[in-house]
């Protein structure tokens, strides 16, 4: 079995994925608060096919900013604390009144987002008027119409918000591989759009192996275990961006595996398989996959370490599926995974951080690790800002993974670091 760099294996994989991003299948989906709510999982992370320009301008009319008087900021120029300018109030205008007019010598009441009146080019918040308080519609000023009082001059445009001062009309809204987000989603909506196009996401068939897993709930006989590599793997592909049909072989004959392919590859962008890649006497997919081209290799990585990737002919890919193979302890699946696929289908979801985020952090206990491999440790971080190991190194304590926020990477050349020594952390709690 040959032998790899992470860093080798990293760029191999990069290379294997690189032509899904190219002409990427498109969908049109229908945008509505109400189809979000009722399906969130269409709607996450999903990346803008082509370029959305406005259909109107944003906002679509001069509206208020504040609650507080329309007026004309001419008629207040003089207005000084000594010498305040008096107007008379006009009728209020409310969120979603159509658009009226003042006269001259008035002040509208206005409230937040309601239409400018026509004459009107600036708002005086109600704190600033006096009396500091709207005045009911049947109070009068001792049998006169109401009046307010300015004892400043508001700046035209003050407190509005011009017509098209978002995003005009024909402007660009969104451009081509926007990731959708609440603000994406609310700038779409705000513009009267109802459907946009996304990428299709990455579709990927996750067949984990081994004649000893079930599915959990059912009565385990002896040798026998529960398939936790379905569910860490779906979940982990699913937050990447991706959909997974998970199908197990639970079988250690090649033809079984085959048949998975065979059925499942049509429909699917990329096939991961868990387990059955090591040096044993019965490995079913090495097995199955190495006479198709598949190459198999030990990359210097602990836990992980056994690795594999090709593509293989299948119906439906002229050029062939892409096949990626992790080994088959959950931790050892789990850490491929975030080590070689996860950045590079986050980078096909059109996701802005790929990467996970990098912190130098000083440990809080010392660690040996093998000189000759780049291990990966599962990890906390303490309220002081150190780096605490949680379980220790071994592929199959994945209680240890799930109780961790981090992980603790300690490259090849290093054998021992003490406590308080500084070592690169991934956080994992995003």
């Known amino acids: 079995m040959a032998s790899r760099s992470l860093d080798q294996h990293a760029a191999a994989v990069r290379q294997l994925l690189a032509p899904l991003g190219h002409d990427r299948a498109v969908e049109t989906i229908s ?7 009722a399906a969130p999982d269409a709607y996450r992370q999903r990346t803008l096919a082509h370029d959305v320009v406005s259909p109107g301008d944003l906002p679509p009319f001069d509206n208020s900013q504040m609650d507080g008087y329309a007026v004309r900021a001419a008629e207040l120029s003089g207005a000084t604390p000594d010498a305040g300018v008096r107007l008379r109030v006009e009728t209020q205008i409310n969120a979603g009144d159509t658009i009226s007019a003042i006269e001259p010598g008035t002040a509208a009441p206005i409230m937040t987002g309601a239409p400018l009146p026509a004459g009107a ?21 001792g049998g006169s119409p109401l009046t307010v009082e300015f004892t400043s001059a508001p700046g035209a445009d003050e407190f509005v918000r011009r017509r098209g001062s978002d995003v005009a009309r024909g402007e660009l809204l969104l451009p081509e591989g926007s990731m959708l987000g609440p603000a994406q989603l609310g700038v779409i909506a705000a513009s009267g759009l109802t459907k946009v196009d996304v990428l299709r996401r990455i579709r990927v068939l996750l067949i984990a192996t081994g004649h000893e897993i079930r599915e ?69 997919v090495r097995d199955a996959l190495g006479p198709l081209g598949v190459e198999f290799s030990h990359v210097a990585m602990q836990p992980g370490g056994p690795q594999g990737l090709g593509l293989v002919e299948a119906a439906g890919h002229p050029s062939g599926i892409p096949v990626v193979t992790f080994p088959g302890n959950p931790v050892s699946a789990l850490i491929s995974f975030e080590m070689f696929v996860r950045p590079a289908l986050r980078r096909l979801a059109g996701s802005t951080r790929v990467e996970r985020e990098v912190l130098r952090l000083p440990l809080a206990e010392s660690v040996d690790s093998p000189v000759d491999k780049h291990q990966v440790r599962r990890a906390s971080i303490d309220t002081d800002g150190r780096v605490r ?15 961790s926020t981090a992980l603790v990477h300690l490259p090849v050349g290093l054998g021992h670091a003490d406590a308080g020594d500084p070592v690169d952390v991934w956080r994992i709690d995003d």
């Not at 945008?31 to 709510?37: Q, W």
């Open 31 to 37: 945008l509505s608060a109400s189809r979000i709510a």
């Open 121 to 141: 080019d600036a708002v005086v918040p109600i704190e600033r008027a006096i009396p500091s308080h709207f005045r009911s519609a049947t109070e009068t000023d």
């Open 216 to 284: 959990p709930g059912t009565a385990l006989q002896p040798g026998q275990i529960y398939d936790s590599n379905s569910a860490v793997l779906s979940q982990a592909l699913i937050d990447a961006g991706c959909t997974v049909v998970a199908w197990p072989c639970r079988s250690d004959d090649a033809a079984d595996l085959l048949h998975i392919i065979e059925k499942g590859a049509p429909t699917a962008d990329l096939v991961i398989t868990v387990g059955g890649v090591s040096a044993g006497a019965r490995e079913v």
């Open 389 to 403: 190991l949680v379980g220790g190194p071994s592929s199959h304590l994945l209680h240890s993974y799930a109780a």
